[in-house]
Nanobody
Framework: QVQLVESGGGSVQAGGSLRLSCAASGFTDRSYCVGWFRQAPGKEREGVAIIGSLDGSIFYADSVKGRFTISQDNAKNIVYLQMNSLNAEDTAMYYC??????????????????????WGQGTQVTVSS
């Protein structure tokens, strides 16, 4: 079965950076899409960035474009989320998630929570102003 384990969360001051890691295992299909999602207190979970396993296609939510970078190390089966220029609005629990098949490039990333089937336990990111 698919397992996703996040790491790298923590506390940082506004303007700082963090890198999250997602160790993925158990895929039976070579084609899958891995994404980072976040949920702030009192808000719905939203997509942040997604990446395709085969073609490396990448898509971002508008709120993080130019600040966050998603990448993957296929040899290690790890997906990273480099977060720069963090601000208080980025404070949330961050989750790694996956779905089989290609990433849905035609749908806004922030709305793709319902499309992902496998989820990690989450890692907290807190940005202080």
């Amino acid at each position: 079965q698919v397992q996703l384990v996040e790491s790298g969360g923590g506390s940082v001051q506004a303007g700082g950076s963090l890198r999250l890691s997602c160790a993925a295992s158990g895929f039976t299909d070579r084609s899958y899409c891995v994404g980072w999602f976040r949920q702030a207190p009192g808000k719905e979970r939203e997509g942040v960035a997604i990446i395709g396993s085969l073609d490396g296609s990448i898509f971002y939510a508008d709120s993080v474009k130019g600040r966050f970078t998603i990448s993957q190390d296929n040899a290690k089966n790890i997906v990273y989320l480099q977060m720069n220029s963090l601000n208080a609005e980025d404070t949330a629990m961050y989750y790694c998630a996956a779905k089989l098949g290609v990433c849905r490039w035609w749908k806004p990333v922030q709305s793709q929570t319902v499309d992902f089937d496998y989820w990690g336990q989450g890692t907290q990111v807190t940005v202080s102003s």
